[in-house]
């Protein structure tokens, strides 16, 4: 049976869809931007600070879900700009043990929701 978890201290979902759903153990997260959810602000001083509170974003929902990064299965990462890829890597780096790291593909699109830089889209399991 499919759950419903929102993460009470998550930044706003910005459309007509929750934080994650669950099944069978698997857990899907909707794409996170840098929302900041202690005033809704877009954090986009520069792409390691706004990699940085996707990452908080994240975070947040995997708490609510009772797991963590460890349990990360696979991270989808879009990006307006392809020369930020080693600054992205960067920050992703500190969230995940290289020898653990789950799956992922980074793309480049032409636009993100709010005209964002980056946005991370993650599947965890139990």
């Keep these: 049976m499919k759950k419903i ?60 879900n009772g797991v963590g990064f460890e349990n ?5 990462i879009f990006v307006k700009d392809m020369a930020n890829y080693e600054r992205i890597n960067a920050v992703y780096a500190t969230y995940f043990d290289e ?6 593909e980074l793309v480049e699109v032409c636009t993100l929701p709010k005209n964002v830089n980056i946005e991370i889209s993650t599947i965890a399991c139990k």
């Design 72 to 76: 990360v299965l696979k991270c989808s």
């Design 5 to 64: 978890v929102n993460a009470t201290n998550g930044a706003p979902p910005v459309g007509p869809y929750n934080h994650s759903t669950n099944f069978n153990g698997m857990i899907f997260l909707s794409g996170q931007i840098a929302i900041n959810p202690e005033n809704g602000e877009l954090v986009t001083a520069n792409i390691e600070d706004e990699t940085h509170q996707v990452m908080k974003n994240i975070k947040s929902i995997l708490d609510a």
């Design 99 to 104: 020898k653990t790291a789950p799956a992922r």
